[in-house]
């Protein structure tokens, strides 16, 4: 699509609008969600009690899990996507279950797992809980998954579901004696579903369940691996856990809350189905549809495994094996879930503290009074009433809030209101702005603002009689009265110096230096510069865009280009005086590109030209930005420095730079120095940019260290962007560079802008993450902001909030548009507050939290040793978790681990920050690349911080290549790999390609065009163009991924086995990593190790 075409005229406010209640809507509802076809291969055939310990072919791997994964799974509509649609040769996300699901005899009591031999006397858990909990117990070597007994005290009008509680080998057991496994037909369901699907969907929104787990004895040494034989005399019990898919709680009236269920067997619950869906067998993994035999040229993983519907055999000790990932929650499977719940319906945002759909859903939002979570979403929608329990709890209240975020075609923009001469109606006291959140009194001659209380008279010409229910009458002909997101035209007052301000303009400023020659470089540039000053952004309905141009080249001097569409051939003023730079030329250096079109192409020619014998290799680099800023200042207007810059600047001038990486300092107290500026020099520059408007977005082309942690300050502060490509080749990094080069020149960016953010009373914004700058407490200031951008801002209490009117929020921006036009955009949210810690638990986002978290974290590095950061980090989590555990959660072992149904995830995310680049180097990262990604994650949106710290890896061969959607994707772990397969693993900035090394013939000829394994290139950057459909279906894919994300991501080809596989592993994010990153199970053990403590 053409980012400029010219939008659709906006509707006069009053016709059918498309996000409006009461009008006639086309496109919502009825509008179906892409449907996939249904996959031809059957749930995978995992093992059974009675299995023997032989590894599947191919790769030498550890032992096989068993167990489910802990997810809820409602089910399916027909024709949505599942997961765990595999054939039969690979270990995914669990093993199916033959038989049906049957309840667990109350009385009877769970054997212990394998643990390290401790000598206290045995303290086991009978298994019966209240009858409204589904109880879970699976086998873990050195984890005992059981079920929990909490449960909240429930809302009115919320039935409970499940918890979900994983119980702990961490109490005391007996060394010796057998314990027999169970029958098949007496497995324990693990659910985490509320209730049952077709009665009760599992919403977010519902009360918190607990997902609990067991760690390893801490009362005995752990055992390393988890893995080993077991101790002399110990029997093991199998004891697989299967999902529930169909199987529901007991009826509440069975027993009285926290009856123990003793007694003869309960027994087994038929499947119950709703009335609208149909019966689907039980399978593994979340899937649905008829269970599958083995499937054609899959063999049987193990062998003696049974295929589905054969009868299983005799139950059998199960071998000794290390602790089951497939028990602990799994993030696959909650994204999963809530596509399946989420997807279909339009999110609606008229109700106050609604929990939207994850950033991984695909979902339509109908704007009803309350901001999109495109542009605001929360860390919890019901926030504490009191500071002291917001303390208690240590949920961080934070929003990440992305003001310009671009929407689908499917969502119309904000509205544009013209107040005319008398501008947007303010509280007079708060100056908070017009919103649905005000409150007419008075018969309309009043509102009382809903931010700060205060009476406001209504202006003569904005008066409204109000309705019956005391609504102004015409508040759905108004966006700022029915809407949560809307932009008012802004009057003369909210301009610089009293004066409307002028179009902006975009200058090009391109590093001569030899480097940038010998590479191809400039060359490249100039050559796409010709065609792409034709996608410059325009307004709406424009035929061009009004930004203008200009142009200079640099090494250790300045070269200014006069393009004046009057001249025949373009004239060059060099600059020497770097110390003192000032602008040679105003008129004919910022140009229209239409009308001095020829000149520009003239001296887009000659550039490469005439620096093509240059031996210079020095470069400046602060008189370059100094230099653009004075020529803005100069033109009166606002606008955007391009920088394209190849090497550490070492020339005699300002902001003179030394190579000071040193590796040694990892570690070490001095490890912040790595990421702080060098100098004061850009702070200060970076402080004139932005009073002028000027944003610089920074190329960087480096061969060694430049020092990106003080070069990239200046776009930090004024709201711009890094772009690196180390080691620059133009066949190898051309497309990625190009590409990210259209989209930051085209995309739409607000200049000279401020945002603030005004709270109702009770709480107040502290404290701000991002790239801006901040001259007092509560403006934030950008010299430019585009839509990908994100201000995260963290709230505390100042008073008592009131349940009743719950708290609000108003992000005001005012900007400059692409077309010089000054503008207001306003984003408003309710949210609701609660007296119950349960009430905060069961409305908090998982996704945004870590968002926030990673921030918090990437800043303190500029000030803490790193060490004290990791460890601020997980004393937090284990806070959260400890308060959920003591205060919302009934009464159960200390040996369970205990997690909101809201945050079972919240483990496995955190560790993936902690293992991350930043925080936990390995020895292959770059000084330059942690400072890179530092900068780059403090503006990301909670859609890119999720995939970038928890990649997504999907299988390419496993899904029918007809079908259009994307394949199941798979955990990031290497367990989850089979050699018989390729698999594609994306996270926003990377994209690899991995092929098994027993990847069938026929798919290597038909992706890579080579006959065998052995002759694809390893580190092969892009895919050959075939004319078959497993080559057009990954092309496809791989395109669709790429025009997901914000920056263009190189794809990479890597073997099994081969040297370029270490760095793919590197984003196997649960396993454990080379620089000591702890995999996915130890860390929840060591989350669980630490809770326990607090509790103690």
Not at 471 to 492: M, N, Q
Not at 982 to 1009: P, T
Request: proline share 11%; charged share 15%.
């Amino acid at each position: 699509m053409n980012v400029n075409q010219s939008a659709p005229p906006v509707p006069p406010f009053g016709q059918n609008q498309p996000i409006y209640p009461g009008y006639h809507q086309s496109s919502y509802g009825g509008q179906p969600g892409p449907a996939a076809p249904a996959t031809p291969y059957g749930a995978y055939n995992g093992p059974v009690p009675g299995y023997q310990q032989a590894p599947p072919q191919g790769v030498p791997r550890a032992p096989p899990s068993s167990g489910a994964p802990p997810a809820s799974a409602a089910q399916v509509p027909c024709g949505q996507t599942t997961y765990g649609q595999f054939g039969q040769g690979d270990i995914q996300n669990g093993p199916s279950s033959t038989a049906q699901m049957q309840r667990v005899p109350g009385s009877q009591q769970f054997g212990p797992p394998l643990a390290p031999v401790v000598s206290q006397p045995a303290v086991l858990q009978p298994y019966g809980p209240p009858p409204t909990s589904t109880q879970v117990t699976a086998q873990l070597a050195g984890m005992q998954i059981s079920g929990a007994v909490a449960q909240a005290p429930p809302p009115s009008g919320l039935g409970y579901g499940p918890p979900t509680s994983l119980a702990s080998a961490s109490g005391n057991f007996p060394n010796s004696g057998p314990y027999g496994s169970y029958p098949q037909s007496q497995v324990p369901p693990l659910s985490q579903a509320q209730g049952h699907p077709g009665v009760q969907p599992p919403l977010r929104s519902a009360p918190p369940l607990a997902s609990s787990f067991t760690s390893p004895a801490s009362g005995g040494p752990r055992m390393p691996s988890m893995t080993g034989p077991l101790p002399p005399g110990q029997g093991f019990g199998s004891l697989p856990v299967n999902q529930a898919n169909h199987v529901s709680s007991p009826p509440a009236h069975a027993l009285p809350p926290g009856t123990q269920m003793t007694g003869p067997p309960v027994p087994p619950l038929p499947p119950m189905h709703s009335p609208q869906q149909p019966g689907y067998q039980l399978q593994q993994n979340g899937s649905f549809g008829p269970a599958r035999g083995p499937q054609p040229n899959y063999e049987s993983p193990y062998p003696g495994a049974p295929t589905f519907g054969s009868q299983p055999g005799p139950p059998q000790p199960l071998p000794p094996k290390r602790l089951d990932p497939d028990a602990i929650p799994s993030p696959i499977q909650v994204i999963e879930d809530d596509r399946n719940n989420r997807g279909s319906e339009p999110f609606v945002t008229g109700v106050r503290g609604q929990v939207p759909p994850l950033v991984t859903t695909n979902f339509l939002v109908k704007d009803q009074g309350n901001a999109s979570p495109r542009y605001i979403r929360c860390t919890s929608y019901n926030i504490p009433c009191t500071s002291d329990m917001a303390k208690q709890a240590q949920v961080p209240l934070a929003a990440v809030i992305k003001p310009l975020a671009r929407l689908p075609p499917e969502e119309a923009s904000p509205y544009v209101v013209d107040h005319g001469e008398s501008g947007p109606l303010r509280c007079n006291r708060c100056k908070a702005y017009m919103c649905p959140l005000m409150t007419f009194i008075e018969g309309g001659r009043r509102f009382q603002c809903s931010f700060c209380s205060c009476i406001n008279d209504v202006p003569p010409q904005y008066f409204q009689h109000l309705d019956h229910t005391g609504k102004r009458v015409d508040a759905y002909d108004r966006p700022e009265l029915s809407l949560g997101s809307y932009e008012f035209l802004a009057t003369v007052d909210y301009c610089k110096n009293n004066k409307f301000p002028s179009p902006p303009a975009f200058i090009f400023m391109i590093d001569v230096s030899y480097n940038a020659i010998r590479t191809g470089l400039v060359r490249l540039l100039c050559e796409e510069l010709k065609s792409l000053l034709d996608y410059l952004p325009r307004e709406g309905g424009a035929e061009e865009s009004a930004i203008r141009v200009g142009f200079v080249t640099y090494n250790k001097v300045l070269h200014f280009y006069n393009v004046k569409s009057s001249l025949a051939q373009p004239q060059m003023m060099v600059v020497s005086d770097v110390a003192d730079m000032f602008v040679p030329l105003l008129d004919g250096f910022l140009v229209n590109v239409s009308e001095s079109r020829a000149v520009i192409t003239s001296l887009l020619d000659q550039i490469p030209e005439m620096f093509a014998d240059t031996r210079e290799t020095e470069t400046v680099f602060a008189p370059v930005i100094q230099a653009g800023m004075e020529a803005l200042k100069a033109a009166e207007c606002a606008g955007k420095l391009f920088l394209f810059h190849t090497s550490l600047p070492i020339a005699e001038a300002p902001g003179k730079l030394k190579n000071r990486d040193d590796r040694k300092l990892i570690n070490t107290d001095k490890e912040k120095t790595l990421f702080q500026p060098q100098t004061g020099t850009y702070q200060t520059l970076a402080k004139e940019c932005v009073a002028q408007g000027c944003c610089v977005d920074l190329f960087l082309f480096p061969n060694q260290y430049v020092d990106v942690a003080t070069l990239s300050v200046v776009p930090q502060l004024t709201g711009g962007s890094v772009y690196k490509y180390a080691c620059f080749q133009v066949e190898n990094d051309q497309e990625r560079f190009l590409s990210d080069l259209r989209r930051d020149v085209q995309k739409v960016v607000g200049f000279d802008a401020v945002m603030r953010v005004r709270t109702s009373t009770g709480i107040r914004a502290v404290d701000f993450f991002g790239a801006f700058y901040m001259s007092n407490t509560t403006d934030v200031e950008l010299a430019g902001l585009d839509g990908d951008k994100t201000v995260t801002v963290e709230f505390k209490h100042d008073d008592r909030l009131n349940e009743e009117s719950g708290a609000l929020l108003q992000c005001a921006l005012l900007y400059t548009s692409c077309a010089g036009q000054r503008r207001l955009r306003i984003h408003n949210l309710a949210l609701n507050c609660c007296t119950q810690l349960a009430d905060l638990y069961r409305n908090c986002e998982t996704d945004t939290l870590i968002n926030y978290m990673a921030k918090f974290a990437y800043r303190a590095v500029l000030s803490s040793p790193v060490k004290t950061v990791r460890d601020t980090l997980i004393t937090q989590c284990a806070q959260i978790l400890a308060c959920y555990r003591k205060n919302c959660a009934s009464p159960s072992s200390a040996g369970q681990l205990i997690l909101p149904e809201c945050m079972k995830l919240l483990p496995v995310y955190l560790n993936c920050v902690l293992k991350s680049d930043v925080l936990q180097p390995g020895a292959e990262v770059t000084t330059d690349d942690r400072a890179y990604v530092r900068q780059l994650v403090s503006s990301m949106d909670v859609a890119e911080t999720n995939v970038f710290f928890y990649p997504r890896l999907l299988p390419l061969t496993k899904s029918p290549l007809d079908s259009t959607t994307e394949p199941p994707a798979v955990r990031a772990s290497e367990e989850r790999l089979s050699s018989g397969d390729i698999y594609l693993l994306e996270n926003g900035l990377n994209l690899f390609v991995w092929v098994g090394a027993s990847v069938q013939q026929g798919v290597v000829q038909s992706l890579f065009n080579v006959s065998s394994f052995s002759q694809i290139t390893s580190g092969l950057s892009v895919l050959p163009v075939l004319d078959n459909p497993l080559s057009k279906k990954v092309r496809g894919l791989i395109d669709s991924l790429r025009a997901q994300r914000m920056r263009y991501m190189k794809l990479i080809v890597v073997k099994q086995e081969d040297k370029l596989e270490m760095l793919f592993k590197h984003f196997l994010v649960e396993d454990k990593s080379l620089s000591g990153g702890a995999s996915y199970v130890d860390f929840l053990c060591h989350m669980h190790k630490e809770i326990r403590q607090l509790l103690s």
